[in-house]
């Protein structure tokens, strides 16, 4: 069964970076797309981009360009959120989705990582 | 402010019917597939509907979906306390180039 195991909570510093992973198993890692999903405390859920885990070409959705980074590491079907000069409005609970059909909006999901950012 | 329009909150009694919807336009729900995902505190979503109307594998067939022109709406019947969550539609979006969320809809079983 598709599984994406997502590395745990993180406690950062302003100004800090962090990266985030994402394991999948039970499928083939390079058919389908892995999206990133961000909810904020208190709000919904905001897309965040995706990426494509056959070519590793990212896309980054409005409000996610510059300070974060979707990268792969195909050998361990793996992947990952990099987001630096982090500021204390990052904090949320940060979702990796496996998007079961292309450009369907249909996901499986990580279990989340909560990220804090705070001094 | 969502691209998708849900309410804010919904309520009904155990074993009622109740429906949430969500609301579009032509460049997303008007032209693509809406999928809807059921969320509690703490924990990831989950799918509900994909397709407009298709249920994944263990979910009750107490959960429905539809679409019409460029709305769509999640339908429960004989509502359970533990439908008490937090339920979001999903769809991609041609002009955004993107997929965007409704602001989600806070259900209360009563």
């Known amino acids: 069964q598709v599984q994406l195991v997502q590395s745990g909570s993180e406690l950062k510093k302003p100004g800090a970076s962090v990266k985030v992973s994402c394991k999948a198993s039970g499928y083939t890692f390079t058919n389908y797309a892995m999206n990133w999903v961000r909810q904020a405390p208190g709000q919904g859920l905001e897309w965040m981009g995706w990426i494509n885990t056959n070519t590793g070409n990212p896309t980054y959705a409005r409000g996610f360009t510059g300070r974060f980074v979707f990268s792969l590491d195909t050998s361990v079907s793996t992947a990952y959120l990099q987001i630096s000069s982090l500021m204390a409005e990052d904090t949320a609970v940060y979702y990796c989705?496996?998007?079961?059909?292309?450009?369907?909006?249909?996901?499986?999901w990580g279990q989340g990582t909560l990220l804090t950012v705070s001094s | 402010q969502s691209v998708l329009t849900q309410p804010h909150s919904a309520s009904g009694t155990p074993g009622q019917r109740v429906t949430i919807s969500c609301s579009g336009s032509s460049s997303n729900i008007g032209s693509n597939t809406v999928n809807w995902y059921q969320k509690f505190p703490g924990t990831a979503p989950k799918l509900l509907i994909f397709?407009?109307?298709q249920r994944p594998s263990g979910v009750p067939d107490r959960f429905s979906g539809s679409k019409s022109g460029t709305s769509a709406s999640l339908a429960i019947t004989g509502l359970q306390s533990e439908d008490e969550a937090d339920y979001y539609c999903?769809?991609?979006?041609?002009?955004?180039?993107?997929?965007?969320f409704g602001g989600g809809t806070k259900l209360t079983v009563l």
């Open positions: 999903a769809v991609w979006d041609d002009s955004l180039s993107g997929v965007v």
């Open positions: 397709g407009n109307n």
């Open positions: 989705a496996r998007e079961r059909a292309p450009y369907s909006s249909s996901f499986d």
